[in-house]
């Protein structure tokens, strides 16, 4: 079946602008987590959600970065006033929810670039 | 502090050279531990999961092992292929939780 997809797979922007990131999960996933990766760095969490709902936004950095999830599927994460400090690879991932088995499988990364 | 330590940072090997990538946590409460590969310019891909201390995976030239302080990707006869780095996370608590991630290890295979 289809894995996790991201669009776009690159952005670049001009610092100051607003920037949407989409991340449409495995089918049936109920869980969706959204983490930054800089580079020689492993990913670091941001925000994760169970259904439609954040359970978890300790990860996001300050209130410039937003996320939502309206439907139970799709997520879009937003950047408002983007800064160099942003440009990092943002990797979407998701899992199914029950059993023993919590594995995240992750999508390609968005590549952002504030210039 | 970190939660998750990985090493070496980066590892060269010659094709059919055998070596072990370590890495430890300083977690309590853990749920499980995960393997992952990542290519360059694309998502880490799911390796393996453990849960347990003594518990041992295998895919194919890899195989994961865990304690209750460190876990251990033995690669044995590497290809080239096998180049790419791994990373190692763990998971705290219970259900779906974020991973926390190690800085993970490069891995170059030399034919």
């Known amino acids: 079946g289809a894995g996790v997809s991201q669009t776009p797979s690159n952005k670049v922007t001009e610092k100051g602008k607003y920037v949407e990131l989409r991340c449409d999960p495995i089918?049936?996933?109920?869980?969706l987590y959204w983490y930054r990766q800089s580079l020689g760095q492993g990913p670091e969490f941001l925000i994760y959600?169970?259904?439609?709902?954040?359970?978890?936004d300790s990860g996001l950095p300050n209130d410039r970065f937003f996320a939502v999830r309206p439907e139970g599927s799709v997520s879009t994460l937003k950047i408002q006033r983007t800064e160099r400090g942003d440009s990092a690879v943002y990797l979407c991932a998701s899992s199914s929810t029950g059993g023993k088995s919590y594995e995240q499988y992750f999508g390609p990364g968005t590549r952002l670039t504030v210039t | 502090e970190d939660q998750v330590t990985q090493s070496p940072e980066a590892l060269r090997l010659q094709e059919g050279e055998s070596s072990s990538l370590n890495c430890s946590y300083t977690?309590?409460?853990?749920?499980?531990l995960f393997w992952y590969r990542q290519d360059p310019g694309k998502g880490p891909e799911f390796l393996f999961t453990?849960?347990?201390a003594g518990e041992e995976k295998e895919k194919e030239r890899l195989k994961a092992t865990l304690t209750k302080k460190e876990s251990f990707l033995h690669i044995t006869a590497p290809k080239p292929e096998d180049s790419a780095t791994y990373l190692c996370?763990?998971?705290?608590?219970?259900?779906?939780?974020?991973?926390?991630f190690g800085k993970g290890t490069r891995l170059s295979v030399i034919a």
């Open positions: 996370a763990v998971q705290m608590t219970s259900g779906n939780t974020p991973l926390v």
């Open positions: 453990l849960y347990s």
């Open positions: 977690v309590s409460g853990l749920r499980g």
């Open positions: 959600f169970q259904g439609t709902g954040a359970a978890d």
């Open positions: 089918s049936g996933h109920t869980a």
